[in-house]
């Protein structure tokens, strides 16, 4: 174990980082890179399958929401918005594609202290030990982020119109668990449940909202 931590912080220094990057970040990015193999083929199967039951319901449940803005620039980067991932207390999300055709998360925040605070709060749970997705630009209230694809643990664990088996409920609960219970011991577990999202692409657990 020792040696693992000796080999991420050698390849923190070494690995090239972009200006506009936090290098903390880049190292999150990097392990959070490795895939994880504790899904079968058929619990991967099963949760594709879910997936697509979940984003009809969601969809039906949101309705068509506030039109999303065509285009969102950050640095003089635009990205063109597909969709959008939902809103609440601290801004809206939307799902869009930068000029190289890389899908990424942007959130726009009603306030840049609420980004500052968001910023500060998601890279303490990285610092803890939670898998973050990684930060790729920020201007005023806007945050461009790793796009996740999943579905939260919350809705996995508790909706039955999902059709997610009870043993594969179970085994994902207890992935939960195992990684990140007790990391940070004033996060409640309903939190971590409802902001945790399973990476459908690399079975990866990733808490993408800190609060």
């Given at each position: 174990m020792k040696n693992f931590f000796l080999i991420v912080l050698l390849f923190a220094f070494l690995w090239p980082v972009p200006s506009s990057a936090n290098w903390w970040?880049?190292?999150c990015?990097?392990?959070a890179g490795r895939a994880q193999d504790w899904l079968g083929a058929e619990d991967k199967t099963a949760l594709l399958i879910a997936h697509q039951?979940?984003?009809a319901i969601r969809k039906k449940?949101?309705?068509e929401g506030i039109p999303p803005p065509e285009k969102i620039e950050v640095k003089g980067v635009s990205y063109k918005v597909i969709q959008s991932l939902g809103w609440g207390s601290e801004?809206?999300?939307y799902k869009a594609e930068?000029?190289?055709g890389a899908v990424v998360s942007i959130k726009v925040f009603f306030t840049e202290q609420l980004?500052?605070?968001n910023i500060h709060a998601l890279r303490r749970k990285a610092r803890m030990g939670f898998l973050t997705p990684g930060i790729l630009a920020m201007q005023g209230k806007t945050l461009v982020m790793d796009y996740v694809s999943g579905i939260p643990v919350q809705e996995i664990l508790k909706n039955n119109a999902l059709g997610i088996s009870l043993e594969l409920r179970a085994k994902i609960e207890s992935e939960l668990r195992f990684r990140y219970l007790g990391l940070d011991p004033i996060l409640p577990e309903v939190i971590?449940?409802?902001n945790t999202i399973l990476d459908l692409e690399t079975g990866r657990l990733i808490l993408i909202d800190p609060h």
């Open positions: 970040d880049s190292i990015r990097m392990v039951k979940y984003l449940e949101n309705g801004g809206d999300v930068g000029p190289d980004l500052e605070e971590l449940e409802k």
